[in-house]
Nanobody, 122 residues
Framework: QVQLVESGGDLVQPGGSLRLSCAVSGVSSRYAMAWFRQAPGKEREFVASFRWGYSTRYTDSVKGRFTISREYSPNTLYLRMDNVTPEDTAVYYC?????????????????WGQGTQVTVSS
């Protein structure tokens, strides 16, 4: 069965850092994965993706600040967040496609974790 379990969300001050983790099971290592986020009253938005072969893509607002990475023992997807701002406050979700190609569209991802809350505030 497919399981995606996020952890690492926390309260952090502006300019600070934290790392989110997503424990992965039941999906092919070749499938593209991504982090999305959703703030209250807003649609879920793409943040970053990781593709087989270690290529990555980011939404413009997080380029240079966030880093997506993957390891396989244990099988985990990460999102390192540096120099965070209050606009980064959201529930962060990891997600998996059922194909190896990139997508920034929520509808193209088949499996989702439960989310982890990130709050950036003084």
């Amino acid at each position: 069965q497919v399981q995606l379990v996020e952890s690492g969300g926390d309260l952090v001050q502006p300019g600070g850092s934290l790392r989110l983790s997503c424990a992965v099971s039941g999906v092919s290592s070749r499938y593209a994965m991504a982090w999305f986020r959703q703030a209250p009253g807003k649609e879920r938005e793409f943040v970053a993706s990781f593709r087989w072969g270690y290529s990555t893509r980011y939404t413009d607002s997080v380029k240079g600040r966030f880093t997506i990475s993957r390891e396989y023992s244990p099988n985990t997807l990460y999102l390192r967040m540096d120099n965070v701002t209050p606009e980064d406050t959201a529930v962060y979700y990891c997600a998996s496609r059922t194909s190896p190609t990139f997508s920034m569209q929520e509808r193209d991802y088949s499996y989702w974790g439960q989310g982890t809350q990130v709050t950036v505030s003084s």
